[in-house]
């Protein structure tokens, strides 16, 4: 097939696990026989070094005639003054906006040979295989602001509909995978979060009836995350218990570094990118971990481009890889030998099977 992709590497380590990922990409594209082009294009601080704005109108435009969008990182010291004008996460959040990419699939799986690279006991992480659903383009970070030099206000705004495409997106998720959904609230306090229980409750007894529902408090979830992070399969919440709730699980699989995201909307077209950050304190080393970044392009290519094979190809690579101890800095004690980011795809690719 030929596809088009949309390359934002943004800023800090983005570009070095970005560029790690398409070696992966391109090497995959090539044993399965597909073309891929691959348009780069500036987003973030480095958009607002060059553009004044870090979401170009020719960035988005691109982003929308594109079939997917991958994505490395966004952000650092250079342009987070509180007094900054424009940040690089508004180029961020207005993407996710513009490209109506609502529901944020964050997988937590739990390799067996890193169960000890884990700050939590390795018989709490084995076997965990977990999907965060986080809605992505409403709630507080989405609401009118104010500030003044006293006081400052956020609202955290959500609609009923907004709640049922989430739930629904989580339930046939949770369909397809163990049947069990954990819809994440603060229905004791917030008002938002009782509609959201509401409707949750509704949509999945009605269109859902083979899937189990339990509702948490989002700061008992917090707990029961590493209490017992086996018992959960789907886990679906609003926008910033979902910030939170996924780096605290992230800890689980060993590092924030191995983590991939896919952000989808109604139609095929998605963002994909690692759940960490810019990482400005190691950027420009070489040494970023890129596995987040390759498993974010196995989930491009399985959501946007519709080809499992090739999906599962890049997964098991990296799986393989990381089986027979590829490790970046972030998975080694302090000052142990490790992978550079580019050795890491190289072993990913070396680990890819044969054209078929
Ligand atoms: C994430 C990030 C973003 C978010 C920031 C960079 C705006 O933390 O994707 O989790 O909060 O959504
Ligand atoms: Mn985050």
Redesign the pocket.
Known sequence: MRARIAVLAGDGIGPEVTAAALHCLRAVAGRFGHELELEELPFGGAAIDAHGDPLPAATLAACRAADAVLLGA??GPKWSAPDAPVRP?AG??RLRRELGVYANLRPVKVHAALASASTLKAEVVEGVDLVFVRELTGGI?FGDKTRDAVRATDLCVYTAAEIERIVRAAARLARARRRRLTSIDKANVLETSRLWRAVCQRVVEREFPDVTLEHSLVDAAAMHLIRRPRDFDVLVTENMFG?IL??EASMLAGSLGLLP?ASLGDGRRGVY?P?H?SAPDIAGRGIANPFGAIYSVALLLKHSLGLAAEAAALERAADTALSQGARTADLVPAGARHLSTRAAAEAVVSSLPPRP
């Open positions: 966004i952000g996460e961020l959040l970070y910030d996924t780096d995201s990118e759940i950050g």
